[in-house]
């Protein structure tokens, strides 16, 4: 059984069918880069996996727990419990385009909030954790400040370090440079790099072809709501077979 394994997904908004029998099976370790023109179903297909959309159709499970599966005769799927929902949904880091820090707190309690509440961590407990991601994404210095008061490279690696202080098996980035200035790109991007290094399971949704490329061990073209090509990352940017991955990509160098 694979790590994460996401079968046969179908959602719709409504009579629009956005997810179409996708399917996504993941070894525990790997990256997958998810690629694709904007409106082909990217964002939701990672909000499925992240518990923030439901899907009507299909499998979705991680590390062997189910947390949605459809019968074969059932003409809907089933969820599990909210607290098998909530277990699952601990081991999932997520970091969005807009990077959703709370503005009212400084860096180091955004950084120790979740912890705190949702695990029920003690403070000296969570303080060297807290340390030691801010030290690793270079922000220690900024632990006093309020979020405000940031960069948003430096908001992003914020974010990314209070997703990873809830020890996540799993990180979904979902666009996570295309609200920075081009200048604070490449901190983050390089941030994410280093997670790679670390065997950490992540699926990138990204517009950066070049560091898809470099960092993922899969790459997922995905056009209508549908996978249109996937392959090792030589392959699908070297090589692509379907003419709209040929075209989406030409795209891309252009601009
Ligand atoms: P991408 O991330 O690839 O740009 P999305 O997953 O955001 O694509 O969107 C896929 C399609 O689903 C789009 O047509 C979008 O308009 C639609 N969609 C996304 N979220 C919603 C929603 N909450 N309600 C209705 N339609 C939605
Ligand atoms: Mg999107």
Redesign the pocket.
């Known amino acids: 059984m694979a790590f994460i394994d996401m079968l046969h997904i179908e959602k719709s908004?409504?009579s629009?069918a956005?997810?179409q029998d996708v399917s996504l099976s993941m070894d525990r370790g790997e990256v997958v880069s998810i690629i694709?023109?904007?409106?082909?179903?990217?964002?939701?297909?990672?909000?499925c996996l992240g518990q923030l959309?439901t899907i009507q159709k299909g499998t979705i499970r991680i590390d062997g727990a189910i947390l949605v599966d459809t019968p074969a005769n059932a003409n809907e799927a089933i969820y599990a419990s909210k607290e098998e929902q909530q277990q699952l949904l601990l081991n999932m880091g997520m970091v969005f385009q807009s990077f959703n820090l709370f503005p009212h707190m400084t860096v180091l309690e955004n950084i120790m909030v979740a912890p705190r509440m949702v695990k029920g961590m003690k403070e000296v407990d969570i303080l060297p954790i807290a340390q030691s991601l801010l030290e690793k994404v270079g922000l220690w210095n900024k632990r006093d400040v309020y979020p405000s008061t940031l960069s948003g490279g430096q908001k992003q690696r914020v974010a990314i370090a209070r997703a990873l202080a809830m020890k996540p098996k799993i990180m979904l980035f979902?666009?996570p440079t295309s609200a920075l200035d081009p200048e604070f790109t490449s901190e983050v991007l390089r941030t994410i790099k280093e997670l790679a290094e670390e065997n950490m399971t992540m699926i990138i949704?990204t517009h950066e072809m070049a560091f898809a490329r470099e960092v993922a061990d899969r790459v997922i073209f995905?056009a209508d709501?549908k996978i249109q090509e996937e392959g090792a990352p030589e392959d699908v940017f070297g090589n692509p077979q379907n003419p709209r991955t040929q075209s989406f990509l030409n795209s891309m160098l252009r601009v």
């Open positions: 908004f409504g629009v956005v997810l694709g023109p904007s409106g082909s179903g990217k964002s939701t297909f990672l909000r959309e979902d666009e949704v995905m709501g």
